[in-house]
Nanobody
């Protein structure tokens, strides 16, 4: 059974940092692409970063490039999202998602989802 469990959300002031974790089971990091999405109140679910070990592909959305880093620890079956220089616009529920078909910034391309973790950035 494939499972994804996010952790590490919370509240932080603008300019601060947070690190999110996505612990996965039922597959290895070499089999699936893992992405981070976020959904702000009243908005759609947007892909912000992805990593895919087998072909080295991945992406960052321009809204987070240079501030966020996605990386995986294969020994721990965990993918992390290190977030720096946070802004109030980063406030959202953050989800990790997995697909066997490679990185994609569209939510419908992902078969498996975590439950989400809230990130709140105050000004």
């Amino acid at each position: 059974e494939v499972q994804l469990v996010e952790s590490g959300g919370g509240s932080v002031q603008a300019g601060g940092s947070l690190s999110l974790s996505c612990a996965h089971s039922g597959f290895t990091s070499d089999e699936y692409a893992i992405a981070w999405f976020r959904q702000a109140p009243g908005k759609g679910r947007d892909g912000i970063a992805c990593t895919h070990n087998p072909d080295g592909s991945g992406y960052y959305d321009e809204s987070v490039e240079g501030r966020f880093t996605i990386y995986s620890d294969n020994d721990k079956n965990t993918v992390y999202l290190q977030m720096r220089s946070l802004k109030p616009d980063d406030t959202a529920v953050y989800y990790c998602a997995g697909t066997r078909y490679g990185c994609n910034d569209q939510a419908h391309a992902y078969e498996y989802w975590g439950q989400g973790t809230q990130v709140t950035v105050s000004s």
